[in-house]
């Protein structure tokens, strides 16, 4: 993930979001499938894809960036310290029972949105709910998101999603 300029575009901020492991054709799918989700939706709780570009090298290797809107601010996992180097794993930094409630009711007109549209996103985490620099909470990353209009689909005894905060009857 880089922040990046839009030259073509006013010189605006963007996040260029590439592959891990652009050889991986199970990646470059889920990559696909994230394009295309992202480019289909519209919500002020929902980072926006403005382009996909790609980059050929010499030697004809093909590295594919999402360019998403650049929001500032920190996901909720930077905020809490969750998983900070040398602070006990955040536990200076919880949110207080109100704190997490109230981001939870901001998150949800942009996960009932989602669901209105025939979508279901599968990786609701601290991680993945980003505050804005204007204090407004943001769903990134729907590299696991499911609905009709991917090509993804499940499988019995196929979990996605981040296992420590799945449902417990989707890690049995």
Do not use: W
């Amino acid at each position: 993930i880089y922040l990046a300029i839009d030259r073509n575009v006013s010189d605006r901020p963007v996040v260029l979001k590439g592959l891990l492991n652009s050889s991986d054709s199970e990646a470059q799918q889920v990559a696909l499938a994230e394009r295309q989700f992202l480019a289909s939706v519209n919500h002020p709780g929902i980072v926006k894809i403005y382009n996909f570009v790609e980059h050929v090298t010499d030697f004809g290797e093909r590295f594919g960036y999402i360019v998403m809107e650049y929001i500032g601010g920190r996901t909720l996992k930077q905020i809490t310290g969750e998983g900070d180097e040398g602070d006990g794993a955040g536990s200076d930094h919880l949110l207080t029972v109100e704190q997490a409630i109230a981001y939870m009711l901001e998150v949800l007109p942009a996960v009932g949105y989602l669901h209105s549209v025939g979508l279901v996103y599968n990786d609701v985490k601290p991680d993945n709910m980003f505050l804005t620099a204007n204090n407004r909470l943001k769903l990134m990353d729907f590299g696991i998101a499911l609905g009709q209009d991917l090509t993804r689909a499940t499988h019995t005894g196929v979990a996605l999603g981040t296992p420590t905060y799945m449902a417990p009857e989707q890690v049995k």
